[in-house]
């Protein structure tokens, strides 16, 4: 099973848009994630990764 789910992913279980979990994880408003820069991984863009527990926890408080 993997832990990690990607900001897309993340904005399903949610329900926003995966911009919005972009944007958060880079101010660091949304501790759940990272947002890992270009510099880290030799890519153009930011990467994200989501702890699949941690937006499990989130979707489930929302739902009370």
Do not use: H
């Not at 993997?2 to 101010?27: M, P, T, Y």
């Not at 759940?32 to 863009?45: H, L, R």
Request: charged fraction near 30%; aromatic fraction near 6%.
């Amino acid at each position: 099973m993997n832990d990690v789910l990607s900001a897309a992913q993340a904005a399903r279980v949610i329900g926003c848009a995966s911009k919005k979990v972009c944007e958060r994880l880079k101010r660091g408003n949304w501790k759940f994630g990272e947002a890992i820069p270009p510099k880290q991984t030799g890519n153009m863009q930011y990467s994200y990764e989501v702890n699949k527990q941690a937006v499990e926890e989130v979707d489930r408080r929302l739902k009370r």
